[in-house]
């Protein structure tokens, strides 16, 4: 388990280990770690267990971003945590006022803070979400999502839609659980190692040159106007799929 160092100069070096999301413990304040992310990511959370002992639930309350909150700052917010769960028995975690309490929330904040500034596919995304997820899961609380709600969900959509659909309906499912757990907003996600629902073969069909040559010459013939005609041959030049 990596150790928090406690001096700010050290702390802006760390980094994560082996390229994977890292938590670094402090040995000094126990609960507050500093995970950071293979993005740069860095962001502190105070870990602690709710009134009633080890019947108590563990709670993860995010601190905020570490590039901004310093070492100083985050112990200060850890013993103020701390002092409210064992002086009050009150729990942070579930006081804390957290936009986005259904998935449906959940999702228009991470279509609008992740998705649309770093996907080029967010409308496919979010086109998938109205046709297959929103009526299904969007009025739930999201904290409340069981692994056995998302199989129910993917079964659905697999019998009444496709496999593949399924399988693109499970990505976007986890894309935007992952997120809310990485944002402090859920526990965790009922989504890790969930199986595919479909099976799916990858494309291997490609044309030899003599039915690219026929391809080419063909639309001129064809009734394909010229703008579509210069797109498909481009689409050919590139090897882009459509």
């Known amino acids: 388990m990596p150790v928090l160092p406690h001096n700010q100069r050290a702390i802006n070096s760390l980094s994560p280990l082996k390229g994977r999301r890292t938590s670094f413990h402090s040995a000094s304040v126990p609960g507050l770690t500093l995970e950071i992310m293979p993005t740069g990511k860095r962001t502190w959370r105070f870990r602690y267990r709710t009134a009633g002992g080890r019947a108590g639930q563990t709670r993860a309350f995010t601190i905020g971003d570490a590039n901004t909150i310093k070492l100083g700052e985050a112990i200060d917010k850890s013993r103020e945590v701390k002092a409210a769960v064992q002086l009050e028995g009150r729990d942070p975690h579930q006081e ?26 967010w409308a496919h995304d979010e086109g998938l979400y109205h046709r297959h997820i929103r009526a299904r899961l969007g009025n739930k609380p999201a904290g409340d999502i069981k692994r056995a709600d998302v199989g129910h969900v993917l079964d659905e959509i697999a019998r009444l839609a496709s496999g593949t659909q399924a399988n693109r309906s499970q990505s976007l499912i ?33 044309l030899n040159s ?9 639309l001129d013939e064809g009734p394909i106007g010229v703008e579509i005609t210069r797109i498909l041959r481009l689409a050919i030049l590139t090897g882009q799929r459509r």
């Open 96 to 121: 804390r006022s957290v936009r986005g309490s259904t998935f449906g929330a959940l999702f228009e904040d991470w279509l609008r803070c992740h998705a649309k500034p770093k996907k080029k596919s």
């Open 210 to 218: 003599t039915e690219i040559r026929a391809f080419w010459q063909g």
């Open 174 to 206: 986890s894309a935007v659980l992952n997120w809310a757990v990485n944002e402090g907003r859920l526990e965790n996600s009922p989504t890790f190692r969930l199986p595919k629902r479909g099976l799916e073969h990858p494309r291997e069909r490609i």
